[in-house]
């Protein structure tokens, strides 16, 4: 399974942040498997911002839920991130991950640099 995220580098203040996790290798569809967000800003920890089912059911971190929206595109076996409202605060690398049957992101891309700034 690989995944491949891509968007831009720099977003500005206020704008929206846009990035898709392309998968090879297995089906967003397939069943008891979710597709996760998760982002590491510098010098902090991971923050797990959400996650979408094979079923399209999203469910997200509370602290990013108002500003948050995941989809997916299933004919190109990819999905999105969306993130509205951003702030400096929202400069992170990026993942995009699997999270299988157990509850354990097992297959992860390689992460995107995301810089917030004017």
């Known amino acids: 399974v690989q995944l491949q995220e891509s968007g831009p580098g720099l977003v500005k203040p206020s704008q929206t942040l846009s990035l898709t996790c392309a998968v090879s290798?297995?089906?967003?569809?397939?069943?008891?498997?979710?597709w996760s967000w998760i982002r590491q800003p510098p010098g902090k920890g991971l923050e797990w911002i959400g996650h979408?089912?094979?079923?399209?059911?999203?469910v997200y971190n509370p602290s990013l839920q108002s500003r948050a929206s995941i989809s997916r595109d299933t004919s190109n076996n990819q999905f999105s991130l969306h993130l509205s409202s951003v702030t400096p605060e929202d400069t992170a690398v990026y993942y995009c991950?699997?999270?299988?049957?157990?509850?354990?992101?097992?297959?992860w891309g390689q992460g995107t640099q995301v810089t917030v700034s004017s």
């Open positions: 290798g297995d089906s967003i569809t397939t069943n008891n498997y979710c």
């Open positions: 979408i089912a094979s079923s399209g059911i999203n």
């Open positions: 991950a699997r999270l299988s049957r157990t509850w354990t992101h097992d297959y």
